[in-house]
C-alpha cells in the first residue's frame, strides 16, 4: 500500500505564495507519476498539476499555469506544489495524488491515479 500526506495548507492574502508538500511512503511506492488536484465546495474536483517519474517533464490546469510549479525529489519521495499569486478562486481543499506502480507518463484523469491524501486546505482571502 501507499500512504499520502499533504502539508501546508492554510490562509493568505490576494497575491501570497504557499508551498505544499506531499510525503509518500509504503512499501511498494515506486516514485510513480504524481499529480495534484483541487475541490472546492459545490464543484468536482479537478486537475492542477502532474509531473512524471523523473520530474522531467510537467503539466497545469490552464487556470494555474505560470502561476503554480510541481516538483519532486525522490530521494526524500516527496512531492511540492509551490503556488504563487494565489487568487480567491483558488480556495480549494488540495489533494495529492499518485499513479500506480506500473504506469508511465502524465495524466490529467482522476481515475488515473490509485492514491490520494487526505487534502489540505487552502484559503485566499480577497
Known amino acids: 500500500q501507499v500512504q499520502l500526506v499533504e502539508s501546508g495548507g492554510g490562509l493568505v492574502q490576494t497575491g501570497g505564495s504557499l508551498r505544499l508538500s506531499c510525503a509518500a511512503s509504503g512499501r511498494t511506492f515506486n516514485n510513480p507519476p504524481m499529480g495534484w488536484f483541487r475541490q472546492a465546495p459545490g464543484k468536482e474536483r479537478e486537475f492542477v498539476a502532474a509531473?512524471?517519474?523523473?520530474?522531467?517533464?510537467?503539466n497545469y490546469a490552464d487556470s494555474v499555469k505560470g502561476r503554480f510549479t510541481i516538483s519532486r525529489d525522490n530521494a526524500k519521495n516527496t512531492v511540492w506544489l509551490q503556488m504563487n499569486s494565489l487568487k480567491p478562486e483558488d480556495t480549494a481543499v488540495y489533494y495529492c495524488?499518485?499513479?500506480?506502480?506500473?504506469?508511465?507518463?502524465?495524466?490529467?484523469?482522476?481515475?488515473?491515479?490509485?492514491?490520494w491524501g487526505q487534502g489540505t486546505q487552502v484559503t485566499v482571502s480577497s
Open positions: 495524488a499518485a499513479r500506480g506502480a506500473a504506469a508511465y507518463g502524465l495524466s490529467y484523469t482522476p481515475g488515473a491515479y490509485s492514491y
Open positions: 509531473i512524471t517519474r523523473s520530474g522531467g517533464a510537467t
